[in-house]
């Protein structure tokens, strides 16, 4: 259990670097909080799957200072996504990784939205929703279902 406990703390700080590292090369999309919150979720609750992937994004906030609003509109969005996630798509290997896409998708449209009206360009909205999704389609397809049963 330790070990788990240990490779999330890792992962919290390794990808708030790499989010930062990314987002100072103007790569937004290519952030790890998502994927590594919707297994969080999955393995323990909604609950640790919104403080995984906020911690993710609050060390690349602390090592790269923006508005709050990068901040705040994620969290509300990925909250109510792993909320709701949790609530009606439940996972087992067949429905793994269509549900977490579903779960992907969905937030990223909805966040996006949500900073399109806070004055963001609708092409990096855009440009962020692919990128996101094929990163986390990646992750998730591919070592996503053996992560979720090592951490459960």
Known sequence: MITQQLFIVA?????????????????????????FGILATYAYSPFW?????????????????????RFWIPV??????????????????????????????????ISNLAYMLTGYDWFRAFRFIVISSFLNFIILSRIGWDLLQWLS
């Open 76 to 109: 509300v969005c990925m909250a109510a996504t792993f909320y709701l996630g949790a609530r009606y798509l439940p996972m087992t290997q067949g429905t793994f990784v269509m549900n977490s896409m579903i779960l992907v998708i969905g937030y990223n449209v």
């Open 11 to 35: 992962m919290v700080m390794i990808g708030g670097y790499l989010g930062m590292r990314f987002r100072k090369m103007d790569i937004s999309g290519l952030e790890f909080y998502l994927a």
């Open 49 to 69: 799957g919104a403080v995984v992937g906020s911690a993710m994004m609050l060390v690349a906030l602390v090592l790269y200072p923006r508005g709050i609003e």
